[in-house]
C-alpha cells in the first residue's frame, strides 16, 4: 500500500482503484483505525543560511544550561509581535450545513482576479497576569488597517458622488507602514520615536520564511479569518469592521496558549536542524490548565541544545578552517 505514489491516494476512489481492490475495503480499513486521513499543507521554502537563522533564534530563547536539570525557554513578557495580514471579503469556497431540499446558497464576484481585500497590521504580546492570577492586560495591543479615506467622484446606486469613502491601500510601501508603528530598524525617525520619554524600544527582524516563530500567524490570524468568514461584508467598510470585531473576540487564554506553543515549536525546530519539516504540537493545553499542570515555560532537554549548537559549529566553520584549527592546536600543544 505505500508503494502507492501519493498523487494517487487523495481519495479512497483513487487509491482503492490503484491497488485493484473495492472502494468498500479502503473505507473498512479506515473505519477499524488502519488507515488514516491526513490534510498537508505548503511550508515555506528554508535555505541552509534561513535554517542557521532559525537554529540561533531558538537558541537565543532558551536559558543557559544549568548544573542540575534542564533549562526552560525564557520569559518573552516585554516582547511584543507585529505583522502584517491581507484578509480578503470571501474565500474562495464555503461549507454550509442546509436542510435537503434547502437553495443552495449563491456566491458571486466580478472577477477572480479582483478580490476585495485590506491589510492589517497586528501587535499582540503575552497577557500579563498579577500574583493572584488576576489578569491585567490581555496582550492586545492593536490592529490597523491600511486604508484612506477619499471622495466618490461618480455618483453610483447605493451613493452619491462626492460622498466619503474608504478605500484599501494595494500597494504598501515604505511610507505606509511609517503611518503604523512598525518600521526597520534602520529607520532613523523610527529609531528616535523608539528612544524619547526614556523608552528603549527594539525592533528586531525575525527569521525569513518563519511564519511559525510568529504568535500572529500561529494563533490571532488563525481565528480572525475564521470569525471574520462566519460573516457575509459586502464593502471594505464592513470587512473593516468584521476584523475588529472578530479582533475583539480573540481569546486572552488562547493567546496565551499561542505563546506556549511558540515554544512547542522551537523544540520541534531544534529537533528538525532549522527546518520546518513538522507539524504544529497539540499539547492538550486546556485539559493541563483546567488540572493545574500547565507549564509556563517548557523544558529544553540539554542533550538538544547540545546537538543543536554542535550542528551549527559544523555549518558556520568551513572545512579547511577546520583543518587549520587542527594544526594549530597540535603546535600549540608542542
Not at 504598501?172 to 520615536?193: C, G, L, M, S
Request: charged share 25%; with cysteine.
Amino acid at each position: 500500500m505505500q508503494s502507492v505514489p501519493l498523487y494517487k491516494r487523495t481519495t479512497e476512489r483513487s487509491y482503492a482503484a490503484a491497488l485493484k481492490v473495492s472502494h468498500g475495503f479502503l473505507h473498512n480499513l479506515k473505519k477499524k483505525g488502519r488507515l488514516r486521513t491526513h490534510s498537508a499543507a505548503n511550508h515555506p521554502t528554508l535555505t541552509p543560511n534561513h535554517k542557521v537563522a532559525r537554529l540561533k533564534w531558538a537558541l537565543a530563547h532558551i536559558h543557559p544550561i544549568p548544573q542540575v536539570g534542564n533549562p526552560t525557554f525564557i520569559d518573552m513578557q516585554q516582547v511584543i509581535h507585529i505583522d502584517e495580514k491581507w484578509f480578503y471579503m470571501n474565500p474562495e469556497t464555503r461549507q454550509f450545513y442546509l436542510l435537503p431540499k434547502e437553495e443552495n446558497p449563491y456566491m458571486c464576484q466580478q472577477s477572480k482576479r479582483y478580490k476585495i481585500k485590506a491589510m492589517f497590521m497586528a501587535m499582540i504580546g503575552k497577557p500579563l497576569y498579577d500574583l493572584t492570577g488576576n489578569m491585567l492586560h490581555d496582550g492586545k495591543y492593536g490592529i490597523f488597517p491600511f486604508t484612506y479615506q477619499q471622495l466618490a467622484k461618480k455618483k453610483r446606486k447605493n451613493r452619491d458622488a462626492g460622498t466619503l469613502e474608504t478605500k484599501a491601500v494595494q500597494s504598501v510601501t515604505r511610507e505606509e507602514i511609517r503611518k503604523i508603528p512598525h518600521q526597520i530598524p534602520r529607520d532613523e525617525e523610527f529609531k528616535a520615536a523608539c528612544t524619547t520619554h526614556g523608552f528603549n524600544i527594539q525592533l528586531v527582524f525575525q527569521p525569513a520564511q518563519s511564519p511559525d516563530l510568529n504568535v500572529l500567524d500561529l494563533g490571532l490570524f488563525k481565528v480572525i479569518q475564521s470569525l471574520q468568514y462566519q460573516s457575509f461584508p459586502k464593502k471594505i467598510e464592513e470587512l473593516i469592521e468584521k476584523v475588529y470585531e472578530a479582533y475583539e473576540w480573540f481569546d486572552p487564554i488562547l493567546n496565551k496558549y499561542t505563546w506556549i506553543t511558540l515554544q512547542s515549536v522551537m523544540k520541534m525546530i531544534l529537533e528538525k536542524e532549522g527546518g520546518n519539516n513538522f507539524n504544529l504540537p497539540h499539547m492538550g493545553m486546556k485539559k493541563l490548565d483546567s488540572l493545574g499542570l500547565l507549564l509556563e515555560f517548557l523544558e529544553v532537554e540539554k542533550e538538544l541544545i547540545e546537538e543543536a549548537v554542535q550542528h551549527l559549529n559544523t555549518l558556520l566553520i568551513p572545512i579547511h578552517q577546520q583543518h587549520e584549527e587542527y594544526l594549530d592546536t597540535e603546535v600549540d600543544a608542542d
